[in-house]
Nanobody, 126 residues
């Protein structure tokens, strides 16, 4: 079973920085992770895209975070990072990690997956 384990949230002052990490766990041999990314959900709002990165390194950012947030991944460790700089109070939200891909389920057979992390709270406040 594929799971995501997130870390790195917390309380930070406006203008500060935080780094989120998310690792794919499950000890599945030959797992192939395609897209990894981060979404966020502020109180009373819908979940929205923050940034995604695929296995080829193609990156997509939500406009409001461009120039402040940087997404990266370590394919060998199936880990994605989100470096958040110049944080603003409006960045306050629960941040969710996302991943999709596939893993072997038999001889010449694959099973697709898409999973979400449990969420980590980021609070930007003085």
């Amino acid at each position: 079973q594929v799971q995501l384990v997130e870390s790195g949230g917390g309380l930070v002052q406006p203008g500060g920085s935080l780094r989120l990490s998310c690792v794919v766990s499950g000890s599945i041999f030959s797992i192939s992770v395609n897209t990894m990314g981060w979404y966020r959900q502020a109180p009373g709002k819908q979940r929205e895209l923050v940034a995604t990165i695929n296995s080829g390194g193609n990156i997509n950012y939500e406009d409001l975070v461009k120039g402040r947030f940087t997404i990266s991944r370590d394919n060998a460790k199936n880990t994605v990072y989100l470096q958040m700089n110049s944080l603003r109070p409006e960045d306050t939200a629960v941040y969710y990690c996302y991943a999709d891909g596939r893993y072997p389920s038999g001889v010449l057979r694959w099973r697709d997956f898409d999973v979400w992390g449990q969420g980590t709270l980021v609070t930007v406040s003085s």
